[in-house]
């Protein structure tokens, strides 16, 4: 896991989630800023810390090139050497590539088209302006941070969750986890499939615990446009109904703040908070543009952050769905003896999060002994 959060993340990028939240079984974070927002640094040395004191016989710079089924159990097979065992963790991660849409290949070769692991900081960026595509909690960070670099930035924006970064004087994730918003179960969620397919949250982790919603990113000279619909002869064409679109995130953050206040109501804790509060709405421009011309100079680069999936090239046991996703049922993958783990919703909502693998770890290993056992 250290390995992602080292070679794969921007400079800037400090985790969403505070300091007291960031926990591993039998580790939590200790230093005298709970409620700061870890550095990608940070975070790989408190990863190492937990393969130290957990004493994992951990075998780094090792890949796995194939994993495959043998008899009743796998052969996996690595740049240093083969293994032959019973039963399997996939723990590879969701977000090992950029997910990039097709429509990329029709921008024109004079823009420079870049992915968050690409991405390190404005600095690399060449002349212009430059267009963000996806205004998730990457895209508004990096929208931010390349604005602030004195670049005219436009930012593409689809479905999004936005979020207040403090609410009644606690930070949003502390209502998440308290309210017990975190602790729905994967099987308890309406739709499984949406609920781990659901954009991340635009939030930002910095000291002043700023909000970085659409409003925050329009007071910077954002410009924000629609839904990168498709490029054609050179030209970006975005979708209309932008108010729509800000009218259903703001929708569904209200009423998610609803569930904050309700709990903080029902447990009889209402008074240990500021008073109820409700964001602006999100303001559209009068009219966005609809179109934007990449041949014509006014944008150097287009950044890509349209989300992340996983690579499970190296996998070859058909437990793959036709959308690249993992067969499993709450970490039981589809294949006797092989299991997940750290992946969207596993098991529980909490499971996107660092915070979720205690929970979700023990109840794969409890059924992995089991399978080992009555194997
Ligand atoms: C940009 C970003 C920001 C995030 N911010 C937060 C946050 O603020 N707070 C939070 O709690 N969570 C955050 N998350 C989610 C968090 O990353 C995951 O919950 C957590 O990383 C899951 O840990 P993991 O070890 O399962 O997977 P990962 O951290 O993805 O680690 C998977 C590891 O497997 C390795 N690997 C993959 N394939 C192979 C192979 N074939 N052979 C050998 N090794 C392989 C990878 O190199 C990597 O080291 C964020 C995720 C991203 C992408």
């Known amino acids: ?85 019973r039963a399997v963790v996939i723990a590879s991660g969701a977000c090992n590539r950029p997910s990039v849409p097709a429509l990329s290949q029709a921008v024109p070769s004079v823009v420079e088209q870049l992915t968050p692991f690409d991405y390190r900081g404005p600095g690399q960026l060449p002349d212009g302006g430059v267009l963000v595509v996806g205004a998730s909690a990457t895209g508004v960070q990096l929208a931010a941070e390349i604005r602030r670099s004195g670049r005219p930035v436009i930012l593409s924006t689809g479905e999004h969750v936005r979020l207040p970064r403090v609410y009644r004087d606690r930070d949003v994730l502390w209502w998440m986890d308290a309210s017990g918003v975190w602790d729905q179960r994967y099987d308890e969620v309406d739709d499984l499939t949406r609920a781990r397919r659901l954009p991340s949250p635009q939030l930002v982790g910095t000291p002043e615990r700023m909000t970085l919603d659409l409003n925050a990113l329009s007071a910077l000279g954002v410009e924000l446009v629609g839904r990168l619909a498709m490029v054609r002869d050179g030209r970006a064409l975005f979708s ?61 680069a287009v950044v890509w952050a349209t989300g992340f999936r996983p690579d499970y090239g190296w996998l070859d046991v058909p437990v793959i769905d036709g959308k690249g996703q993992l067969r499993h049922e709450g970490g039981m993958v589809d294949a006797p003896g092989l299991y997940a783990l750290g992946l969207p919703v596993l098991r529980r909502r909490r499971s996107t999060f660092i915070s979720g693998i205690e929970d979700d770890a023990r109840a794969v290993t409890g059924h992995l002994a089991g399978y080992l056992t009555a194997a």
């Open 1 to 85: 896991m250290a390995n992602s959060w080292r070679r794969e993340r921007w400079d800037s990028l400090r985790l969403l989630t505070p300091n007291w939240q960031t926990r591993l079984p039998g580790l939590r974070y200790e230093g005298p800023d709970p409620d700061g927002y870890m550095s990608m640094t940070e975070v790989a040395e408190f990863i190492e810390l937990f393969a130290k004191v957990s004493r994992v016989p951990v075998r780094t710079g090792v890949n796995v090139t194939s994993v495959r089924g043998d008899g009743g159990g796998y052969r996996v097979t690595t740049s240093d050497g083969e293994i032959a065992c």
């Open 240 to 300: 209309g109904g932008l108010r729509n679109v800000f009218s259903l995130a703001d929708l569904k953050m209200n009423r998610l703040l609803d569930t904050f206040d309700e709990w903080a109501l029902t447990s009889g804790r209402d008074d240990e908070f500021g008073a109820p509060e409700r964001p602006a709405p999100t303001a559209a421009p009068a009219s966005p543009r609809l179109q934007a011309d990449l041949g014509s100079g006014e944008i150097g």
